[in-house]
């Protein structure tokens, strides 16, 4: 049985918002990931693109493991970026500042995940293991 929270503010609003945004940009990354896969290429847009799609159905469900995959996504990217252009500024910047600006985002919208994991627990909602452990 699942119980469904309508949003209750602006905050609630705009972490919907942002999971739509982080889902939908993470799906092109996906599909030409698996194209430059098919064609001998790197592994990095497919897997950070399935993080990201991941992370931003995370985010849309009101978890916070979203946030936790998103900045996962963007550490990646990070050690990526340095391991294919170096220290270079200008390599660096259109590779970081498009995925540092939603990290800032999703870093913003943690206490309003939070807060609903916490609603989601009180509920009494916990995962099946949980309820079989007890």
Same mark, same amino acid.
């Given at each position: 049985m699942s119980v469904a929270r309508w949003p209750s503010g602006a905050s609630d !609003? =705009? @972490?919907i918002v942002l999971g739509v945004i982080v889902t939908l940009l993470g799906l092109p990354? #996906?599909?030409g990931g698996i194209e430059l896969i098919s064609l001998g290429g790197s592994w990095y847009y497919a897997i950070c693109g399935a +993080? #990201? #799609?991941a992370s931003g159905v995370f985010i849309l469900l009101?978890?916070?493991l979203g946030a936790a995959l998103y900045l996962l =996504? !963007?550490?990646g990217t990070l050690v990526w970026s340095l391991w294919e252009v170096g220290f270079d500024g200008w390599g660096l910047l259109p590779r970081l500042f498009g995925p540092t600006i939603l990290a800032i985002l999703v +870093? +913003? @919208?943690i206490p309003v995940l939070r807060r609903q994991d916490r609603a989601r627990a009180m509920s009494g909602r916990t995962p099946a293991t949980a309820r079989g452990a007890v």
């Open positions: !609003w =705009a @972490t990354m #996906v599909i +993080l #990201v #799609v009101g978890r916070s =996504a !963007w550490f +870093l +913003l @919208t």
